[in-house]
Nanobody, 119 residues
Framework: QVELVESGGGLVQAGGSLRVSCAAS????????MGWFRQAPGEEREFVAA????????DYAAAVKGRFSVSRDNAKNTVYLQMNNLKPEDTAVYYC????????????WGQGTQVTVTS
């Protein structure tokens, strides 16, 4: 059974930093790409960042490039999203997701963690 559990969300002032984590289990990790998405109130869910578990290659949305960094810890089966220079528009529920690296669609999703950035 695949399980993705996010943690680390919270309240931070604009310009601050926060790191959210995603603990994964039940996956053959080397076959998967892990993604981070976010959804703000009244908005559609949007892609934030992704990391190929096997190669470590990363991808970022234009809105977060240069401010956010995605990484993985193989020993802990955990993926991280380090968020720096946060802006009020980064406020959203952040979700971790997993897909087969050769697939376009994310199959598994976490429950989400709230990130709120105050001005």
């Amino acid at each position: 059974q695949v399980e993705l559990v996010e943690s680390g969300g919270g309240l931070v002032q604009a310009g601050g930093s926060l790191r959210v984590s995603c603990a994964a289990s039940g996956l053959t990790f080397r076959s998967y790409t892990m993604g981070w998405f976010r959804q703000a109130p009244g908005e559609e869910r949007e892609f934030v960042a992704a990391i190929n578990w096997s190669s470590g290659s990363t991808d970022y949305a234009a809105a977060v490039k240069g401010r956010f960094s995605v990484s993985r810890d193989n020993a802990k089966n955990t993926v991280y999203l380090q968020m720096n220079n946060l802006k009020p528009e980064d406020t959203a529920v952040y979700y971790c997701a997993a897909k087969f690296s050769l697939s376009a669609n994310y199959l598994y999703w976490g429950q989400g963690t709230q990130v709120t950035v105050t001005s």
